[in-house]
């Protein structure tokens, strides 16, 4: 079955760096968006970043803008999430998730999402 | 940017009928996509395009999109509905995906 594992989240201090992991198994991983998605505790979902199926096609939120990096390694069926200079209100559970292209070279609706993985950021 | 506004709260008695609303400009141009967050679980998609829904999920949800508001409607809500509910489009103009603030259904 289609499956998404998260993994690298951890404590880290204000200004510290961590690699999130997203581990995907049970579909063609190349013929899929992926995208990174964030709830911090009390909000709601926030999107961070997509990328293409061949990596052309990426973006990230104007929040995490020359912090966080989007990637992905086709032949690992992996995605990630390069998170530098990290702050407070970046404290969150980050899932990653699986996307169709919509009309154009874009991200559609999500499906599914992996269990997240938690990042708190605090000195 | 584009902004996507819904209610923070929804309330209704077992039985009824929930409508949770998602304002944007001229939101019926685009594609709306609703997904349901319980507690401690990731989220899952319930309607997308729209009005589509998962094969997995029960037809008392369904949605509809129309000017300045679409709507996620779930009939005959019960205790198992109870969650938080987001919209998500696409903002072409940003190349950004978009979500709702959410609304928290509560069964009363």
């Known amino acids: 079955q289609v499956q998404l594992v998260e993994s690298g989240g951890g404590v880290v201090k204000p200004g510290g760096s961590l690699r999130l992991s997203c581990a995907a198994s049970g579909f063609t991983f190349t013929d899929f968006y992926m995208g990174w998605i964030r709830r911090a505790p009390g909000k709601g979902l926030e999107w961070i970043s997509y990328i293409g199926p061949n990596s052309h096609f990426t973006n990230v939120a104007d929040s995490v803008k020359g912090r966080f990096t989007i990637s992905r390694d086709n032949a690992k069926r992996s995605l990630y999430l390069q998170m530098t200079n990290l702050r407070g209100e970046d404290t969150a559970l980050y899932y990653c998730?699986?996307?169709?292209?919509?009309?154009?070279?874009?991200?559609?609706?999500?499906?599914?999402w992996g269990q997240g993985t938690q990042v708190t950021v605090s000195s | 940017s584009y902004g996507l506004t819904q209610p923070p709260s929804v309330s209704v008695a077992p039985g009824e009928t929930a409508r949770i609303t998602c304002g944007g400009y001229?939101?019926?141009?685009?594609?709306v996509h609703w997904y349901q967050q319980k507690a401690g679980q990731a989220p899952i998609v319930v309607v997308y395009d729209d009005a589509d829904r998962p094969s997995e999920i029960p037809e008392r949800f369904s949605g509809s999109n129309s000017g300045s508001t679409a709507t996620l409607t779930i009939t005959r809500v019960d205790a198992g509905d109870e969650a938080d509910y987001f919209c998500?489009?696409?903002?072409?103009?940003?190349?950004?995906?978009?979500f709702g603030g959410g609304t928290k259904l509560t069964i009363l």
């Open positions: 001229k939101i019926g141009d685009r594609r």
């Open positions: 998500q489009v696409w903002d072409g103009s940003q190349d950004h995906v978009v």
């Open positions: 998730a699986r996307s169709k292209a919509g009309v154009g070279p874009h991200p559609n609706w999500f499906d599914p």
